[in-house]
């Protein structure tokens, strides 16, 4: 089923996302990363892992599908560039709780809904069933058998390359669902609480007045009556006060969300016009998982020197205090422009952080500017890795987030031939 290209019925993309999940929580818990996640995911969850345990912080989350809209996932977009991949943009949505700990102290929880976005890649013509040697005990083993273990020795054996991929992800908190949770407790505060004063207000006036006197005969009349009037009359303005907060409540988040919300229109009708002029099998989704991953590789990067994933002007990590950053699910298009074979795209990120500050943790709304660029004639590449490189030189292939020259003929890698790299990066 297909509708406003979204693909209800993807069982192997729901499978692949609830899977990288399991993962992906094992990941906070253990520092294991994630068998489904592609070279470059699980170098940027390294890099992150060291952070949070430089700090001392132990982060747990779970993710919980009992109330997810969709039990399947939803696959939103297909990119199908002129490689060997293609890549499902899938989405599905969790229940997540975190809970932060710092030296094993307890220090921030919190629950809410996401919509839960991965970039799933598959290699077209791949032969998993392959036969192979296994390289423990020399039996021929299909390549797909030497994942679950050797037939003859048990040995299991990750093989990094083998496709489908989770090659970028990034999930977004479900606005509605913060609405959905304060309508019936809000609700009910406000009808109480107008009982309450509505009943009372008519109990003290009519003692006041002298029309209740303990010992008369109407006594336990009047009373109830006081209690029938202060339920009616307070269930109906209590209800109408709710309405009215509510109503005002939304109105104030309409109009904070104006301000993102025309920036962020037009980043995701213009940019695509833009981009599919240089590559039409551009796609935005794609784009902002490429972006989010190379921003977690500046933030959780202590050094700049050897990173391959920046290619612009000398500086430092300003961001250490980081251990944590979420997409809000807003950005805000700048600029792009063209110069030679290079098009630089310069764009605003919206972010939620968490940092470390003398032993507590504090979240706190930010705003990145990140300038990527990328050779325009570079034909798109899904499977590429910043972790396996081919020098252009010499053809040697090389770990580049280890080193920025190739270590066989000393020649300088640049990314940006290969894929986007980023040339500015700070906090606005």
């Avoid at 009992?66 to 293609?86: M, N």
């Avoid at 949505?93 to 220090?107: A, G, H, P, Q």
């Avoid at 192979?132 to 994942?147: E, H, R, T």
């Avoid at 209740?212 to 006060?241: A, E, K, R």
Wanted: with cysteine; charged share 25%.
């Amino acid at each position: 089923m297909d509708l406003f290209n979204l693909t209800f019925n993807n069982n192997e993309n729901t499978e692949i996302v609830d899977k990288f999940i399991d993962e992906y929580a094992q990941w906070h818990n253990t520092g294991k990363t994630p068998d489904m996640g592609s070279l470059d995911v699980n170098y940027t969850l390294e890099l992150q892992k060291k952070r949070l345990d430089e700090n001392n912080v132990r982060k747990e989350v779970v993710f919980d599908t009992k109330e997810s809209s969709f039990k399947q996932a939803l696959k939103c977009f297909t990119v199908t560039d002129r490689g060997d991949y293609k890549s499902d943009v899938a989405c599905k949505d969790y229940k997540v709780t975190e809970t932060f700990f710092v030296n094993n102290k307890k220090k921030k929880k919190r629950k809410n809904k996401r919509n839960f976005y991965a970039t799933i890649t598959r290699l077209l013509n791949q032969n998993a069933g392959g036969a192979v040697a296994c390289p423990n005990c020399g039996a021929i083993s299909d390549v797909q058998d030497l994942l679950t273990g050797c037939k003859s020795c048990g040995t299991r054996f990750i093989i990094d390359d083998l496709f489908p991929k989770v090659t970028n992800f990034y999930h977004i908190k479900d606005e509605a669902d913060l609405i959905r949770k304060i309508l019936k407790p809000s609700m009910l505060i406000c009808v109480l609480g107008m009982i309450a004063t509505v009943m009372s207000y008519s109990l003290i006036s009519n003692i006041n007045n002298g029309n209740i006197v303990q010992g008369s005969d109407d006594f336990v009349f009047q009373i109830v009556q006081c209690v029938i009037v202060g339920l009616i009359y307070g269930t109906v303005s209590g209800y109408i006060l709710w309405a009215a907060f509510i109503l005002i409540w939304m109105m104030i988040g309409a109009i904070k969300s104006l301000f993102l919300l025309g920036p962020h229109v037009r980043a995701k009708t213009q940019l695509p016009k833009v981009m599919r002029q240089i590559d039409p099998n551009f796609s935005y989704e794609f784009f902002i998982g490429k972006v989010i991953n190379l921003m977690k590789l500046m933030i959780f990067s202590d050094d700049y020197t050897n990173l391959a994933a920046y290619d612009g002007k000398p500086m430092q990590n300003t961001f250490k205090d980081i251990v944590d950053i979420s997409y809000d699910g807003t950005v805000r298009y700048n600029t792009l422009k063209t110069d030679g074979n290079y098009c630089y795209v310069d764009i605003t990120v919206y972010t939620t952080v968490t940092k470390v500050d003398g032993g507590a943790l504090k979240s706190s709304k930010e705003k990145f500017r990140v300038v990527v660029c990328k050779n325009i004639h570079t034909i798109a590449n899904a499977g590429f890795s910043i972790k396996k490189v081919s020098c252009k030189s010499c053809g040697g292939s090389f770990d580049a987030t280890r080193e920025h020259n190739c270590p066989y003929c000393g020649n300088p890698y640049h990314l940006g031939n290969d894929d986007w790299v980023v040339i500015e990066f700070n906090k606005e």
